[in-house]
């Protein structure tokens, strides 16, 4: 073997060998880049913010319902009072709840000081009218005689002034039997019309005066809601709308607009609505309640309220990039109502992701885990029930 092909033998050798490093080498890097990399993106789900339940942003045709509130007050309250001063009452026969009929007896003054008056009274009008007849024959007699110039024209003024004195004061005791007879039909307390008594007064024993409340009541008890509400709700309502009742009883209560003020208040910038309430509920004068007003329905990207965060004044839902397990915070503003669900607008779609539970944890950008919603939710590693959240 020559000398130039020992030396391109070994050369090849060395080549060989060098190649079979930088594979060596090549691999170890990969090798490690890969682990890198795996570690790396073990370390981020690892790491992630929050586990968390996800739903969906749902769109559904929901009523446009108005909400205001109001009191319930008595559709016209009728005061009851005394008609006669100097009166002892002596009989009370109602009480705060019951329910008259117009003209019911209610309450009794003693009458037998007017009886007294009109005994006097009677015996004044027969004197009265004693004397009128005997001034109507006198008068007679010396209109007679006067014919004959048996009387002078003076005596027959006097005879006729008498008589016509006479006549006067049988009028005026007449009129004052009149006035006793009246005084007499007061002493008996009705009820002008029917209706539920809601205030008593009256007091057995006490005396009369004149104008004196004894009694308040409720005429028909009809009673009827004043709702305030604002000039672009009241733009929705017409006459004989519905309206649900809800009372601080636990109840409902059914109503309908009677009529809409014309004015607004300028200090509070609202108008009232007075709906009458249907009969045979469970509502009392002076209950707050909140009506709700049932318009036509509009469609609504709807949420549970749970997902709604509220930071610095505004309100935001997470929505979940579900390539990259990251969350988006989105600007939303929350519209009407439904249990446990609300209306939302804003830069979001219908079948959107957002967290559910957990979001008031997040960040933008934060990655998170996605479990059941059953399953425990946990924060850096310690548990959450979701019932905390």
Known sequence: MSVTNLWEGKRLTTQSSCLIFLAIITIMVASRFISISAHATENEIKHAALTVTTTSVLSLDWNNNIEASGDIVAWQEAIIGAQLNGLRLTEVLVDVGDYVKKGQLIARFDNASLLNDKALLEANLNQASALVKQANIDYQRAFALSKTDGISKQNLLQAETQKQTTTAEESAVTAQLASNALQLSYVNVTSPDEGVISSRTATLGGIGTIGEELFRLIRG?????????????????????????????????????????????????????????????????????????????????????????????????????????????????????????????????????????????????????????????????????????
């Not at 004043?226 to 006459?239: D, E, N, P, R």
């Not at 909140?290 to 709807?302: D, E, F, M, R, S």
């Not at 997902?307 to 989105?330: A, H, K, M, P």
């Not at 779609?349 to 933008?364: C, T, V």
């Open 221 to 389: 008890n009809k009673l009827e809601w004043y709702g305030q509400l604002t000039a672009q709700q009241a733009s929705h309502l017409t006459l004989g709308q519905k309206i649900t009742l809800d009372l601080t009883n636990n109840s409902e209560a059914i109503a309908y607009i009677r009529q809409i003020s014309p004015i607004i208040n300028p200090q509070t910038r609202m108008l009232t609505v007075y709906a009458s309430l249907e009969p045979n509920n469970r509502a009392r004068a002076g209950m707050f309640a909140l009506g709700k007003i049932q318009l036509n329905k509009t469609p609504a990207l709807v949420v549970p309220s749970i997902s709604i965060v509220i930071r610095d004044g505004r309100s935001y839902v997470f929505e979940l990039i579900n390539e990259t397990q990251q969350v988006i915070q989105r600007p939303i503003k929350v519209a009407r109502r439904q249990g446990d669900y609300v209306e939302i607008t804003g830069n979001i779609k219908a079948g959107a992701s957002i967290i559910k539970q957990g979001a008031g944890f997040l960040n933008e950008g934060d990655i998170v885990k996605v479990v059941e919603e059953q399953e425990p939710i946990t924060f850096s590693g310690a548990h959450l029930e979701q019932e905390a959240l």
